[in-house]
């Protein structure tokens, strides 16, 4: 910049101006003071964390202390919370019978009165809880990763490490949740009142029935939505039902039907070429062999098979190619005579997905359910 744009840089520490022309000795010098900054970083960097690993290892984690302790650098050890600690240790208890999964604890601690104030309704989210499940910090341990060992703390314990073990492989052994979609409405979805991203809830019943939920989870929205997956489902095909295919303009069809067969032209477009060059390959070879009067047969025949392993079968294979093409044209003309629902029901979940986020506009949901509006391009092909 300096050369090609006449910038001047003042260089205020080393009290030093770089200007066009640059000496070479003033671009030597700026190299030397980066490098030697950028090593003066790293020294810094290596001592921070040696320091830290030093502290960790010492039995005081310098990092913040899980829910239930509180760190206190005069005493140089975290000390327990009392209320806080009853309601990790009541968590442990509670899990460890085997009769509950996280959520159930979650909301079992609720009802019986322990609160989780950290949250505005007080109620502990199942993935908090989760972590404080698997927490080694509440037997009085820790793990320092930077030096790959266990660390017995200088805080007193808040459960005892049979029921941390037991915790562990009731957690291992849980069965895990299987989701339909994968959060198929995620950051697609927003609430109708604080306009924030519904977040996915799965729900196992007892009898092993499982019901897919987005719930509003921003603290500030006054209202907060709770709406099932499959009431959202019904109201996005009832959406699609107005918008008719057949009412895209043609030439709008003919350009994606291009674009779908593009790949598939230019092969078929290969393959033809191919027969002439298969054809001019065998000539060259029987040319070769009456010029120079080869008769070893199996010279001949291996040259062949190389040119036939080379190009195929090419009639069989512009057939299929053909055949394909006429697939792909019939079954576009079929579907823009179609309501886009009708189309939309017999995706996959990704292309499902994939038509949302290209004909959405507005998709929020509040407790009257979903209100969905579409694009421009689609509102001109929308009939009620």
Not at 106 to 121: H, I, K, R, T, V
Not at 231 to 238: F, G, R
Not at 262 to 274: A, F
Not at 309 to 337: C, H, N, P, R, W
Request: net charge positive; aromatic share 10%.
């Amino acid at each position: 910049m300096i050369e090609d744009y006449g910038i001047i840089v003042v260089l205020v520490v080393p009290n030093r101006i770089m200007q066009n022309p640059v000496d070479p000795a003033d671009f030597m010098l700026f190299d030397m003071e980066i490098a030697f900054s950028n090593n003066r970083v790293r020294l810094d960097r290596q001592r921070c964390n040696a320091g830290i690993i030093a502290k960790n290892l010492s039995g005081y984690r310098a990092t913040k202390s899980p829910y239930g302790y509180m760190n206190d650098n005069e005493l140089g050890r975290a000390v327990i919370i009392d209320s806080r600690a009853n309601f990790v240790r009541k968590a442990f208890e509670l899990y460890a019978t085997g009769n509950y999964s996280v959520p159930e604890v979650a909301n079992e601690l609720f009802e019986q009165g322990f609160m989780y104030e950290l949250q505005p309704d007080m109620k502990i989210p199942p993935s908090t809880l989760d972590s404080i499940l698997r927490n080694l910090f509440y037997t009085g341990k820790y793990y320092v990763k930077k030096a790959d060992e266990y660390v017995n703390g200088t805080h007193d314990a808040i459960i005892s490490d049979e029921l941390f073990e037991k915790v562990q492989k009731l957690l291992k052994s849980a069965p895990k949740a299987s989701r339909r979609y994968k959060e198929f409405y995620s950051n697609l979805l927003t609430c109708a009142n604080c306009e924030h991203y519904l977040t996915q809830d799965i729900k196992m019943k007892p009898n092993g029935k499982k019901y897919v939920y987005y719930r509003c989870m921003n603290p500030k929205c006054k209202e907060k939505v709770f709406v099932r997956e499959v009431s959202i489902d019904d109201d996005v095909n009832t959406y699609l039902k107005e918008i008719r295919l057949g009412l895209i303009p043609d030439e709008i069809i003919a350009e994606g039907l291009k674009n779908e067969i593009s790949g598939m032209s230019q092969n078929l477009s290969t393959l033809k070429r191919n027969i002439s060059r298969k054809y001019h390959s065998e000539q060259g070879v029987m040319e070769k062999v009456v010029k120079n009067g080869i008769t070893d047969e199996k010279y001949i025949n291996d040259k062949m098979s190389a040119i036939q392993e080379k190009y195929g079968d090419l009639d069989t294979q512009i057939l299929a190619t053909e055949k394909q093409i006429e697939t792909v044209k019939s079954k576009v003309t079929e579907t823009f005579t179609k309501r886009l629902y009708d189309v939309y029901t017999g995706f996959d979940p990704t292309t499902k997905r994939q038509v949302l986020e290209l004909v959405t506009n507005i998709f929020k949901c509040d407790e009257n359910g979903l209100k969905m509006t579409f694009k421009s391009a689609f509102r001109k092909i929308r009939r009620r």
